[in-house]
């Protein structure tokens, strides 16, 4: 479990379907077919990152207050919902004109 509480499990899902319905919003398309990949294609790969980065001696714990080898802490949960729903538009964040949301 994430510290400090609260679980923000939700607020994943929440940003997530938020950015759903946007994209909902606009003319259907038809992806390109590098980008249809099905779940039982990539998910192994997943397990296979997951299980890397969370493999014993591959990481360093930064998030737990014990480990003083880095003065920078990972970002705060609400933090990385927010990153994951701008990830998700891929927003254009260097200039005002092409990602005001996000500059």
């Known amino acids: 479990m994430l510290d400090p509480e609260p679980d923000f499990t939700d607020a994943w899902t929440q940003a997530v379907s938020a950015i759903q ?5 606009y003319a259907p398309f038809t992806a390109h077919p ?3 990949v ?9 397990r296979e990152y ?11 714990p930064f998030f737990h207050p014990h480990y003083a080898g880095q003065m920078l802490k990972p970002p705060h949960p609400i933090a990385t919902v927010g ?9 254009n964040n260097h200039a005002l004109d092409g990602g005001p949301a996000t500059a």
């Open 34 to 36: 590098s980008a249809l």
């Open 38 to 46: 099905s779940l039982r294609e990539w998910e192994p790969a997943l």
């Open 83 to 91: 990153y994951l729903a701008a990830m998700l538009i891929n927003p």
């Open 21 to 25: 319905e946007w994209h909902d919003g």
């Open 50 to 60: 997951l299980a890397r980065l969370t493999a014993p001696g591959q990481q360093y």
